[in-house]
């Protein structure tokens, strides 16, 4: 298979003219991987049952895990839905464009591809400028999970792309690193209250402001489960061992693997320096500062050859809770 284009697009003002040949190959049916302030998307045109079923088969994705649909501004991102409910209305109006997804009923002439048989559609207006002018020029929703192999750290960068799915896909656009870098909060908003299903980039707080979540969220009850299929699967894990320490506790931790463990085989992640006989991996200041750097950390983790990394977890309130669903789900089997 040949190599993936890279067509490198300015972050702040891309030139349309310049984007024209990617969007010429989503509406051709091909996959184009691009930046989103959330992480890199792998699109294919959602009302192509073809091009999403090639989505599937570059990321070796389950079946029954639904991608997000993405449109350029909210009128279009209802027209493959039934409509917005009015807590849609007041939660785009308050996050769009921005790292929120909702979930609502699907519009009949939706092709059943991306939304994993559900009658239900995930969608999206993503903040980048890069998306957005790609996605005016597409004229299609584009569906867009994040551009990895399945299972694997989302990507931040066009360069981690390339690496993982460079012979996969016709052209990427490299839009630099992307500012957030942790997945957008999946909320299903077909009810009076909105249901987190996803913790995300807009916190649980900045929602509440809006109005309140029902209990649950991530994975809780299998309710919840079976409303969002992919927060079943396996994920976000590097190559190494993944080992998720209370705040404080990782240095101790770190050290006491390394008295055992073959020299430079631990890393670590933490806001303190790295003990003698640990690989200083990352240092961070606080969840804040952790959360656009996490994935682009576990895949620097790997690729120093660690085998096991060592994260110091974070408190689990704002941003902190996606930093921890995600290491959690890093570290776990
Ligand atoms: P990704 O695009 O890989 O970041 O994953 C998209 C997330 O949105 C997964 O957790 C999906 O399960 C979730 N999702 C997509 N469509 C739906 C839907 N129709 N209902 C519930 N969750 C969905
Ligand atoms: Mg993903």
Redesign the pocket.
Same mark, same amino acid.
């Given at each position: 298979m040949s190599r993936a284009r890279r067509i490198v697009a300015d972050p702040a003002g891309p030139d349309p003219d310049q984007l024209a040949p990617a969007a010429a190959a989503l509406r051709a049916g091909a996959l184009v991987a691009f930046p989103t302030e959330t +992480?890199y $998307?792998l699109g294919a045109n959602a009302l192509d049952p073809d091009a999403v079923a090639r989505i599937f088969h570059a990321k070796g994705?389950p079946a029954d895990?639904? &991608?997000?649909v993405h449109a350029p501004d909210a009128a279009t991102a209802w027209r493959v839905t039934t409509g917005p409910t009015p807590l849609a209305e007041r939660l785009a109006a308050r996050f769009w464009p921005g790292p929120l /997804?909702l &979930?609502l009923d699907?519009a009949p002439e939706m092709p059943r591809a991306a /939304?994993?048989g *559900?009658d239900? &559609?995930?969608v999206r207006v993503p903040a980048h400028p890069v998306a957005l002018a790609l996605l005016r020029a597409a004229g299609v929703p584009v569906a867009? @999970? %994040?551009a990895n192999r399945s299972g694997r750290p %989302?990507p931040t960068t066009a360069d981690h792309v390339l690496a993982e799915l460079g012979d996969a896909i016709a052209i990427v656009v490299d839009g630099g690193p992307c500012a957030v870098g942790l997945? %957008?909060t +999946?909320v299903?908003a077909r009810g009076e209250r909105p249901v987190i *299903?996803?913790d995300g980039a807009v916190t649980r707080e900045a929602i509440a402001a809006v109005a309140e979540p029902l209990a649950g969220g991530t994975g809780a009850a299998p309710a919840d489960l079976a409303? %969002? @299929? $992919?927060?079943r699967h396996r994920h976000y894990a590097p190559a190494c061992r993944v080992l998720v320490a209370p705040p404080d506790g990782a240095v101790a931790l770190a050290r006491e693997l390394a008295t055992s463990a073959a020299p430079g085989s631990i890393g670590i992640v933490s806001r303190f320096p790295a003990p003698a006989g640990v690989r200083e991996i990352g240092r961070f200041r606080d969840a804040a500062d952790l959360a656009p750097r996490l994935f682009a950390l576990l895949r620097s983790a790997e690729a120093a050859g660690v085998a096991t990394l060592v994260v110091e977890g974070v408190p689990e309130d704002g941003i902190g809770r996606a930093v921890m669903d995600r290491l959690r789900r890093a570290g776990a089997g």
């Open positions: +992480v $998307g994705r895990n639904p &991608v997000i /997804t &979930v699907a /939304t994993a *559900l239900s &559609v995930a867009a @999970p %994040s %989302s997945e %957008s +999946v299903d *299903l996803r409303a %969002s @299929p $992919g927060t």
